[in-house]
């Protein structure tokens, strides 16, 4: 059967159905940007979803310019190229896909720059690709049209890189887990690769079904709808539980305190953290507090629960008896060592205040304004 009688039971049969489920897939990218427009989710995880959708998006519609002209004779030049360009966007959308799930889990090519780059390479010869086989394809460069194969060739293997790599780094993070929480959201990432891992094999053997499209939309419904449920716990700037999280813990193992188990409250704050706002603006200030949250994250180990309270102050609650002195230690000395890691032009310290409930039948504000009044004690010691 030749190309040209493909093409036209294409046009009669399937065209018309692949147009309408990529207006089905459109509709949907639209509406989920629009979510993810609202302030979901950390800073860093929202920037790169909008790169996840926005990709997608364009993905959409350069193959709806394609499907739309693929027919026709007089638009040859102009569809093959939209093609070329379909393989490039695939390759971006895949690259900010691994992107966001490294900052989603916190994973390490994020945190490192030389690291960082080196993951770039892959995407931006995939990119170098579909503009040489474009200028290529419309005479620019070359005398000879290099065969459609061999794009094929190439930029789909970046595709599965960077997947694949998020897939696995996912894996190993989630084994090396031990916090159920965290676990949870490894998985998300996982399901959410595997989705269009498994469509884009799957068009490799069935043509003229939009499997891609359709295997994306399920990953970034449930990365937004995890990510909204993650809001309704989590400091959107920190990352962090908020107090609201911290009180439901609270509330749950209150029962169960005694001599032999109690619960100890840590109250935490920055100090002169209003001078560092006005000296150096609020975008200094927040990263003052994401290097706080980062510290309480290193030393939460089992039984530490940790959040934001509001404003410049945490909360730490922990439910092991942990030795204070070592906690509020460890804690100042990962705050002294992220401090160097932002290049903070001032001194980054804390005043912490802690109580202790041994029995059930204390009140839980009770225990939180003790260690209130122990942290403003030892805030005095600091002006």
Known sequence: MTERSIQSIFSGA?????????????????????????????????????????????????????????THEDFVVFSKTMEYIETAILANFAYFWFEFAE??????????????M????????????????????????????????????????????????TFFHTLVCM????????????LVIMQC????????????????????????????????IEMQNANIYTDALTGINNRYRVREYLEKIWDHTTEKNPV???????????GINDQYGHLIGDQALVAVADSLKVIATEGIVIGRFGGDEFILVDSLNHDPQTVQK????????????????????????????????????DIVSLADQNLYQDKAKHK
Request: hydrophobic share 50%.
């Open 264 to 274: 100890v409250i840590y109250l935490i704050d920055i100090n002169k953290f209003k």
């Open 175 to 186: 084994m090396k887990e031990k916090k159920q929480s965290k676990k949870r959201r490894y």
């Open 14 to 70: 399937y065209q018309p159905l692949y147009i309408s489920l990529l207006s089905v897939c459109l509709i949907i990218a639209i509406e989920v940007y629009h979510k993810i427009h609202r302030n979901i989710g950390r800073k860093s995880e929202n920037a790169a979803f909008h790169k996840v959708i926005i990709s997608y998006l364009a993905y959409i519609i350069v193959d709806l310019l394609w499907i739309m002209t693929y």
């Open 118 to 165: 080196l993951f770039r390479l892959p995407i931006l010869f995939a990119d170098f690709v579909s503009v040489f086989f474009c200028l290529n394809f419309i005479g620019v460069i070359g005398h000879t049209r290099l065969p459609s194969s061999l794009i094929y060739a190439i930029n789909p293997k970046v595709d599965f890189f960077y997947l694949l790599f």
């Open 330 to 365: 460890e804690l100042r000395e990962e705050l002294r060592k992220a401090s160097l890691v932002h290049h903070f032009p001032f001194d980054l310290t804390l005043s912490i205040g802690y109580a202790k409930a041994t029995q059930a039948c204390q009140k839980i504000p």
């Open 193 to 224: 690769v595997l989705y269009p891992a498994l469509a884009a094999i799957a068009s490799l053997f069935i043509h003229f079904v939009p499997f891609i499209h359709l295997g994306i939309i399920p990953s970034i419904l449930k990365a937004l």
């Open 103 to 116: 900052y989603y889990i916190d994973g390490f090519p994020i945190k490192k720059g030389r690291v960082y």
